[in-house]
């Protein structure tokens, strides 16, 4: 089992920037894939972006060149910077990672909130 503790979360201004991270806890070493998730009332949970052990990323397009994925494998923690924040972005964003059998872990989530 892998647990996931978020922080980082808040409220912050159109144009703003915030930072997330994800620290990963129990069977960590089996972990490859880490990321960001986000959902919007009435929405479904999307992507934000993905890294794996090996550094290689994905975003979402709607993110692309505003937030930056990172990853800490010798701490398996995964960051999320993100840069001029819009409204849209307002969601609940939530950590996940998976293991090498392919299995899924979520962490809890934390609010963003982007004032207009």
């Known amino acids: 089992q892998v647990q996931l503790v978020e922080s980082g979360g808040g409220l912050v201004q159109d144009g703003g920037s915030l930072r997330l991270s994800c620290a990963a806890s129990?069977?960590?070493?089996?972990?490859?894939?880490m990321g960001w998730y986000r959902q919007a009332p009435g929405k479904q949970r999307s992507l934000v972006a993905t890294?794996?052990?090996?550094?290689?990323?994905n975003y979402a397009d709607s993110v692309k060149g505003r937030f930056t994925i990172s990853r800490d494998n010798a701490k398996n923690t995964v960051y999320l910077q993100m840069n001029n924040l819009k409204p849209e972005d307002t969601a609940v964003y939530y950590c996940?990672?998976?293991?090498?059998?392919?299995?899924?872990?979520w962490g809890q989530g934390t609010q963003v909130t982007v004032s207009s």
């Open positions: 890294i794996i052990r090996s550094g290689i990323t």
């Open positions: 996940y990672a998976e293991d090498i059998r392919l299995s899924s872990f």
């Open positions: 129990g069977n960590r070493f089996s972990i490859n894939r």
